[in-house]
């Protein structure tokens, strides 16, 4: 028999007994469908995750804060004073330092002379204490810092130009109406002002242009993110009257490391850095937990949609049982007349890989359709604080995945009526008195 | 003299073992020779059905041999031995057994489908089978819509369909009322007598045996009387015949 007329056959067959089939094939979809559904939920939240981590950092860059001397002894009673440690700027998990050492020039070239790292460079952080548009209504705003590489992610206009020497600023969308703007759009190319006060109480404001409009996402506050000449120029106007000493210390530096090493070279590189003293974070470490529970979650969901496939699987087993059990006669006949017990067993498993597939197509169709419309039903009332986020979100190749995970499990639970059917003899089947 | 085209020699076949053991052939041999007719006539229970299952390649004798045109068959095995039963026998069973569902083409069609032969060939040649059964007219029909006289013409059609040597008929009459049975014995024997199909009919009905060549009388697994027909046309012949 050629392998057309085999297929042709089986998809024939899959038929002959309807309600059985659809009955089975009911049982399948629902195992596909919740599949399809957890499925796209992982997908959807982890890739807001990762277009977050994109929006904090880029993922060749780790912060940097150097240890206090006496911050190790942390639990053991009342820490001694220390007239040079910068309260952490950064929130840390618990056990980890939250004082940290001041990061001077001369620990700048220190980093850099690390293994494995490209470019030390320390944040120049900055406290605004306004945003202003037209003489408009002062607004209080926090200051974000902004790497080359890192892709905010905008409501309107682009990403600073980390190159420009122009002012140019993005600021968070939640100022847009109050700022008097109509919408995001609007805002582009508008200048803005940003004041900082210096160590002698002097207020300096600086102008800059609106290239972008950030949307709020998960792990950004609302702050305007400046370019690096801004940011520059902020700081220097900030550090105005420090004497030099003051000057040269940062609570935090950034290191770039290549881009290409894989994650074991990053934490070799980060073992080094404890090592000469300081603490590190990768922008993906920062995010890690967080997808760790996700994926945690996602992964218990889908063992709920397995067990419903396994008990779908009993019921191909049961369907193609009956089949061979009702067409014995005709399983005779074609041995009979010359079929070989290998295209027995594939007309079976091939009609049970069929019934799997229409069952996986069918419940992963109405799972991304489903799945598009909770999302979008969602996204514009629970989750509007969240844009960006599509809650359940599908990949072709996951889709492709589940549909061939169950065939194979169809195919699996064919093979023993499909063996059943290979081994019938031929003279048995056709006997009768 | 020609080599016979099956010939059994000492087959014996038990089923069981021990206690149980039951032989439903006790040592038959038998040589057909290509183009004859040949009935295999005895009670229920006598093993003619064990003996024709045997003769057709389907069941192996427990000991003992048989020779499709001299060649043992015991080295047939897999691929060879399915091509052997698929292009070489055609059956006709008392109990049709047609798929109810399907129509009588694809039916007719099936014995093709299984040795491999394209859709527009066997569509062709399931329908001119038909065509000579006087049945195109029902090739659309559901196999569960005919009757009896309708669905046993289909069975010859589909055991004709790829041409074979030997048509095997098990009670091909059984089922069938004395006028349509008649019907079904007349397209058997012409189809043995104009293409020179050998066939051998399993049977318990004496009328239908007298119109074969030879009668094989079987009794409890053993063959008790070969009766040669007098009007009995010469195998030779009919090679001959085929021949020219
Ligand atoms: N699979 C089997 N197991 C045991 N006995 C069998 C089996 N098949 C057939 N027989 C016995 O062999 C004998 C011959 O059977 P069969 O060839 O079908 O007889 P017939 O066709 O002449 O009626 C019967 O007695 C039958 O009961
Ligand atoms: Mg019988």
């Not at chain 1, 404890?274 to 996700?294: C, R």
């Not at chain 2, 489908?113 to 029902?138: F, N, P, T, Y």
Request: hydrophobic residues 45%.
């Amino acid at each position: 028999m050629k392998s057309v007329d085999l297929v042709g056959s089986a998809v024939g067959n899959t038929f002959r007994s309807k309600t059985r089939t659809i009955l089975t094939i009911l049982a399948i979809f629902v195992g596909a469908f919740t599949l399809t559904i957890t499925n796209g939920l992982g997908t959807g939240i982890n890739r807001y995750i990762d277009d977050t981590v994109a929006a904090m950092g880029a993922d060749d860059v780790m912060t940097v804060t150097k240890v206090a001397e006496n911050a190790a002894d942390d639990g053991d009673g009342p820490r001694e004073y220390d007239p040079d440690a910068i309260a952490g700027a950064q929130e840390g998990p618990p056990g980890t330092t939250s004082v940290v050492a001041p990061i001077s020039s001369a620990d700048i070239d220190e980093l850099a002379g690390i293994d494995g790292v490209v470019r030390a460079q320390p944040v120049k952080s900055v406290d605004a204490d306004y945003l202003v548009h037209d003489g408009g209504t002062k607004y209080e705003i926090g200051i974000g810092g902004f790497v080359a590489g890192m892709q905010l992610q905008l409501a309107a206009g682009e990403q600073p130009d980390a190159a420009a020497s122009d002012f140019e600023v993005v600021i968070p969308d939640a100022y847009l109406e109050d700022l008097g703007f109509a919408d995001a759009d609007a805002a582009i190319g508008e200048p803005v002002t940003l004041a900082v006060t210096d160590a002698e109480r002097t207020q300096h404001e600086l102008e800059a242009t609106i290239v972008g409009v950030s949307e709020a996402s998960l792990g950004t506050s609302a702050s305007a993110v400046p370019n690096d000449a801004l940011n520059d120029a902020l700081f220097d106007a900030q550090s105005t009257g420090l004497d030099a000493s003051e000057l040269d210390s940062y609570a935090q530096a950034t290191v770039w490391f290549d881009p290409a090493s894989p994650a074991d070279e990053v934490t070799a590189l980060q073992d080094r850095l404890t090592d000469e003293g300081y603490d590190s974070t990768t922008v993906a470490q920062q995010l890690g937990t967080f997808k760790a529970v996700i994926d945690g979650i996602v992964l218990v969901l889908n063992a709920f949609a397995i067990i419903a496939l396994l008990a779908a699987s009993f019921g191909i087993v049961n369907t193609l049982l009956m089949s061979v059990q009702e067409r014995t006669r005709e399983i005779g006949l074609m041995k009979a007349m010359g079929m070989g017990s290998g295209k027995v067993f594939g007309l079976f498993s091939l009609e049970a890989v069929f019934i799997g597939f229409l069952g996986s197509a069918i419940g992963a169709g109405l799972g991304i359709l489903a799945g598009t419309g909770i999302s979008s039903a969602l996204g514009g009332a629970l989750l509007a604080d969240l844009p960006g986020l599509t809650l359940i979100a599908f990949d072709p190749v996951s889709i492709a995945v589940i549909i061939a995970v169950v065939m194979g499990v169809a195919f699996l639970a064919g093979t023993i009526p499909a063996i059943r059917a290979a081994r019938a003899d031929p003279v048995e089947s056709l006997r009768y008195e | 003299m020609t080599t016979p085209i099956l010939s059994a020699r000492d087959v014996r076949k038990s089923y069981g073992r021990g206690a149980n053991k039951f032989d439903a052939l006790k040592g038959v041999s038998l040589d057909i020779r290509e183009g004859e007719s040949i009935a295999i006539i005895g009670k229920s229970g006598s093993g003619k059905s064990t003996l024709m299952h045997v003769l057709a390649l389907l069941d192996q004798p427990t000991s003992g041999t048989v020779e499709l045109a001299g060649h043992d068959t015991r080295s047939l095995t897999g691929t060879a031995l399915n091509r052997t039963r698929n292009k070489t026998f055609g059956f006709v069973f008392q109990q049709f057994f047609l798929t109810a569902n399907a129509s009588v083409l694809e039916n007719v069609m099936l014995p093709l489908k299984i040795a491999g032969v394209g859709r527009s060939e066997r569509k062709r040649r399931a329908l001119a089978a038909l065509e000579q059964l006087e049945l195109a007219d029902k090739a659309k029909n559901k196999a569960v819509n005919l009757s009896g006289g309708q669905k046993q013409r289909s069975v010859i059609a589909r055991a004709l369909v790829n041409t074979p040597r030997v048509i095997f008929a098990d009670e091909p009459t059984g089922n069938l009322d004395t006028a349509t049975g008649a019907v079904v014995e007349d397209i058997l024997f012409d189809l043995n007598r104009e293409h020179g199909i050998t066939l051998i009919i399993v049977t318990h009905d004496e009328e239908l045996a007298a119109r074969c060549d030879r009668r094989v009388h079987i009794r409890d697994g053993l063959i008790v009387d070969v009766v040669e027909a007098a009007t009995a046309t010469p195998a030779t012949a009919t090679a001959e015949e085929r021949a020219a």
